[in-house]
């Protein structure tokens, strides 16, 4: 079975904090996607990245940043110098190269306090 | 941002009525899928479709329905509306799916529907 747990339910930091969101999944696959989305209080669902099982790459796009490990079955994300519009709910998804289904953790509702 | 409308936005209904939502695109993207979003558990997949009158079931299906009769357009019903189904409901689009997806998925703003 699959499974993306998202262990933090709640994380309040003040601006300009640093701050990692956590992403633990569990797979068979041997090639899966995993993806990070952000749901501000608007209520949208914004995609932000996309990682496949073969790439192992760290990414940095401006102050966010994904470190991906196979070993550990993580994909954690950070955020440096943390905003007050970096407040949102932030989901990590799995998507089994199988059936193409998105299967999303619990959410890390993140509070960036000014 | 990726052309996706849900309608409508907001609904109150009553229970043992049926409802509609509606998900229309202008991307011409194959895949389509309803999910609902509750508290404490992200969202969950209802059913999706790869293709016009091809759908299939996801985690949650019990007591919805879907049509796809256009490639622009996907339906969900909910035939006889509970309290359970209480929630937000958010149409996606991708443009594959299946064996080999890693193309992300897009999502509408979302219907907030509230049975009461």
């Known amino acids: 079975a699959q499974k993306v747990t998202q262990a933090q339910t709640e994380i309040s930091v003040v601006e300009k904090e640093d701050v990692t969101l956590d992403c633990v999944y569990e797979?068979?696959?041997?090639?899966?996607?995993l993806f990070w989305y952000k749901q501000p209080p608007s209520g949208e669902l914004v995609f932000l990245i996309r990682?496949?099982?073969?790439?192992?790459q760290n990414e940095i796009s401006g102050r966010y940043s994904w470190n991906f490990q196979k070993s550990t079955s993580s994909f954690n994300f950070t955020i440096t110098a943390s905003q007050v519009v970096d407040s949102a709910v932030y989901f990590c998804?799995?998507?089994?190269?199988?059936?193409?289904?998105?299967?999303f953790g619990q959410g890390t509702t993140l509070q960036v306090k000014p | 941002d990726a052309g996706i409308t849900q309608s409508p936005r907001h609904k109150v209904t009553e229970t043992g009525t049926p409802v509609t939502l509606r998900c229309h695109q202008t991307?011409?993207?194959?895949?389509m899928y309803w999910y609902r979003q509750d508290p404490g558990h992200g969202l969950r997949l209802i059913h999706y479709s790869y293709g016009v009158k091809d759908t299939d079931k996801g985690e949650v299906s019990d007591g919805y329905s879907v049509s796809r009769s256009k490639t622009e357009d996907f339906l969900l019903t909910l035939e006889s509306a509970t309290s359970s189904q209480t929630s937000v409901y958010f149409c996606?689009?991708?443009?594959?799916?299946?064996?080999?997806?890693?193309?992300?998925?897009?999502f509408g703003d979302g219907t907030r529907l509230s049975i009461l």
């Open positions: 990682r496949n099982s073969f790439d192992e």
């Open positions: 797979t068979r696959d041997t090639t899966y996607y």
């Open positions: 998804a799995l998507s089994s190269s199988n059936t193409g289904k998105l299967i």
């Open positions: 991307e011409n993207h194959r895949y």
């Open positions: 996606a689009i991708s443009e594959s799916g299946g064996l080999g997806s890693n193309q992300p998925q897009h």
